[in-house]
Nanobody, 119 residues
Framework: QVQLVESGGALAHPGGSLGLSCAAS????????MGWYRQAPGKQRELVAR???????DYVDSVKGRFTISRDNAENTVYLQMNSLKPEDTAVYYC?????????????WGQGTQVTVSS
């Protein structure tokens, strides 16, 4: 069993920055594919960014150049640095750990952390 605990969600102004963290318990972190997803009110959950075991990254087009995902396997933590925030970034952000992008194998979610971007 893996537990994922997100932190760092807050209220930010447009153009501001926030950093999210996701701490994972258990011994599978370094072998997991990690991702950040978000869900805005009335919308489906969407992938924001993901990172492989080796550190290769991928982003949804709307955050490219503004968000950066990274991981520290020694600390069992994945990060999401969010810059140049926009009101449309407002959502609950979820951390995800999985065995494969196809969905086979384990698939764990954190409880979510609220990010609100407003003036």
């Amino acid at each position: 069993q893996v537990q994922l605990v997100e932190s760092g969600g807050a209220l930010a102004h447009p153009g501001g920055s926030l950093g999210l963290s996701c701490a994972a318990s258990g011994s599978i972190f370094s072998s997991s594919l990690m991702g950040w997803y978000r869900q805005a009110p009335g919308k489906q959950r969407e992938l924001v960014a993901r990172i492989t075991r080796a550190g290769s990254t991928d982003y949804v087009d709307s955050v490219k150049g503004r968000f950066t995902i990274s991981r520290d396997n020694a600390e069992n933590t994945v990060y999401l640095q969010m810059n140049s925030l926009k009101p449309e970034d407002t959502a609950v952000y979820y951390c995800n750990a999985r065995a494969s992008w196809s969905g086979s194998g384990y698939n764990y979610w954190g409880q979510g952390t609220q990010v609100t971007v407003s003036s």
